[in-house]
Each structure stands twice: as structure tokens, then as C-alpha cells.
């Protein structure tokens, strides 16, 4: 089975702040990789795909990269809507791996 | 709009059974493939089930697999998890999610909160 992991766990930033995440996979998936962001109490939303297509909708602060086994998540400016837990998934394989979250706060 | 509604989420008692249903909108059921996908509370993302577009295909999670069934009905645009023997590390909140690109969800329900306990 493919094994996801993010980096960090949690990151504590600004309105303002560039910041980045961290998502690798324990052997090499392609670009087969989406970003999903998902608010407390509420589902979680596609944000990108195919490691690096923004998906309709999604502002164009958020970007991603990557191929093979390391990728990242990358919003330029965060925003207040920003603050929410994001997940990367791997999607090889009809499982589709999701990695353990990196959940965004307010510092 | 594209739209997917969960529903039969409740309390039940270990050992019991409960049947969730998933009504979809606003897109071509039949055309694509569904997941179940759950979250316990406070934790991440698990993959529970998928089923292709036509049902040929079906996958299960190895921690529910012989325990819940997945189904879907294109004619009435619905997706169901049958879910028996259940225990307390089924307790979650369970997704109903739209399947693009092989295992790549791209629409989540809002989703159905089970809770398995005495």
C-alpha cells in the first residue's frame, strides 16, 4: 500500500503569510496527487489535482507541485478563509490515499 | 447544482447494523465511479469503499471488508453502504464522494455523522 505523509503537522501563520505543505508518498505516484482543504465541521473541498491543476473556482493564491514522491501545497497570501486543515491524496490506486493533515491556524 | 446528500447516520449499538444512503444531483450518476470515505472524530481521512460507475468493480477497506457492502442505483441516482457487525472504531462521520480519475474525488457530500456505541 502507498503511505502518505504531510509536513508540517500544524502550522501556525498570519493573514499575509506565504506558506507551504509538505506531502510525500512512500513510493513514486506520478503526478497522481489532489489537495483537499477542509474547515471544522464541514466537508472537505477539492482545491487541486494532478499535482498542480487548480481546480474550477479555487483561487489562484493556491498552487501546487511535485511529481514522483514529494509535492507541495503553496497559498501566496493566506486569507481568513484560509484557516483550515489540508489534506493531499494520492489517487494511483482505486483507495486513494489520503496523507494525515496539516491543519493551518492563527498565530 | 452538483449535489450529493447523505442520510442513516444515528447511534447503534455494537454488533448492530445500519444502511446509509447518498442521493446525487445536478451531474450524470451513472457516469461516474463513488467512494465512501470516513472520519472519526478529531482524526483524518480514510478510504472506506469504491464502486465503478456500472458496479462492476467494488473495493473495501481492509478494516471493513466482510462487514459493509456498497451498492448504488443509477436509475434512482443513489449510492448506498450497508454496514453490519459494527464496532466503536467505525464511529465517524461518513462521506458520500464523486470519483474522478481513477480514485481523485472531486465532490464530497456534506456527510452523516454514525455513532456506534452501548
Known amino acids: 500500500d502507498i503511505q502518505m505523509t504531510q509536513s508540517p503537522s500544524t502550522l501556525s501563520a498570519s493573514v499575509g503569510d506565504r506558506l507551504t505543505i509538505t506531502c510525500r508518498a512512500s513510493?513514486?505516484?506520478?503526478?497522481?496527487l489532489a489537495w483537499h482543504q477542509q474547515k471544522p465541521g464541514k466537508a472537505p473541498k477539492l482545491l487541486i489535482y494532478?499535482?498542480?491543476s487548480l481546480e474550477s473556482g479555487v483561487p489562484s493564491r493556491f498552487s501546487g507541485s511535485g511529481s514522483g514522491t514529494e509535492f507541495t501545497l503553496t497559498i501566496s497570501s493566506l486569507q481568513p478563509d484560509d484557516f483550515a486543515t489540508y489534506y493531499c491524496?494520492?489517487?494511483?490506486?482505486?483507495?486513494?490515499?489520503f496523507g494525515p493533515g496539516t491543519k493551518v491556524d492563527i498565530k | 447544482e452538483v449535489q450529493l446528500v447523505e442520510s442513516g447516520g444515528g447511534l447503534v449499538k455494537p454488533g448492530g447494523s445500519l444502511r446509509l444512503s447518498c442521493a446525487a444531483s445536478g451531474f450524470t450518476f451513472s457516469s461516474y465511479p463513488m467512494n465512501w470515505v470516513r472520519q472519526a472524530p478529531g482524526k483524518g481521512l480514510e478510504w472506506v469503499s469504491s464502486?465503478?460507475?456500472?458496479?462492476?468493480?467494488?473495493y473495501y477497506a481492509d478494516s471493513v471488508k466482510g462487514r459493509f457492502t456498497i451498492s448504488r442505483d443509477n436509475a434512482k441516482n443513489s449510492l448506498s453502504l450497508q454496514m453490519n457487525s459494527l464496532r466503536g472504531d467505525d464511529t465517524a462521520v461518513y462521506y458520500c464522494?464523486?470519483?474522478?480519475?481513477?480514485?481523485?474525488?472531486?465532490?464530497w457530500g456534506q456527510g452523516t455523522m454514525v455513532t456506534v456505541s452501548s
Open positions: 513510493q513514486s505516484i506520478g503526478n497522481w
Open positions: 491524496q494520492q489517487y494511483t490506486t482505486y483507495s486513494g490515499t
Open positions: 464522494a464523486r470519483v474522478r480519475n481513477t480514485a481523485m474525488i472531486d465532490i
Open positions: 494532478r499535482a498542480s
Open positions: 464502486i465503478s460507475s456500472s458496479s462492476s468493480y467494488i
